[in-house]
């Protein structure tokens, strides 16, 4: 049994009653923004500036994520790059782009915990679950996709 055997149907349980799908689907990928924002904003040492300008603790959790994709499932890997990618791409622009960084972040991950909220029913202790598993949402979000098209993962 692969690791992406064990998470995702144990992922899927937990996610078979959702009071409001759609809104959950949105909360989601906000968590994910908000939370690798928050990251993002942290300072960082002077030797991950010697490294790259574009190295701090936000980018280093995409690189370990994208890492970790591929050790479970190489064709979910594949389809999530794009929005590891745009991801990171979007926290780039809110950085340079003069908006208040760490308030935009806070605002997602705060908005994305109360679609959290609305999308199970209101349970804080599946809001808790669901931010654990932060990063295997949006692989769980693919392979639901993957499985509508017959995409093997």
């Known amino acids: ?13 937990a996610h078979d009653s959702l009071h409001n799908p759609v809104v959950y689907w949105a909360a989601v990928p906000m968590v994910v923004v908000g939370m690798t924002g928050l990251l993002w904003v942290l300072p960082v040492p002077t030797e991950f500036l010697k490294i790259s300008p574009l190295l701090n603790w936000g980018s280093a ?30 926290q780039m622009w809110v950085t340079n782009s003069g908006y208040p960084a760490l308030g935009i972040a806070t605002g997602l991950v705060v908005a994305g915990i109360v679609g959290l909220a609305l999308g199970r029913n209101g349970s804080p202790r599946a809001v ?26």
């Open 1 to 13: 049994m692969t690791e992406i055997d064990n998470w995702l149907p144990r992922y899927e349980r």
């Open 61 to 90: 959790f995409l690189m370990v994520t994208a890492i970790y994709y591929f050790i479970i499932s190489l064709s979910l890997a594949i389809g999530l790059l794009p929005f590891l990618l745009g991801l990171a791409a979007i």
């Open 128 to 153: 808790v679950e669901d931010l654990q598993l932060m990063m295997l949402g949006p692989a769980w979000l693919l392979s639901v996709m993957y499985k509508r098209f017959g995409i093997p993962y």
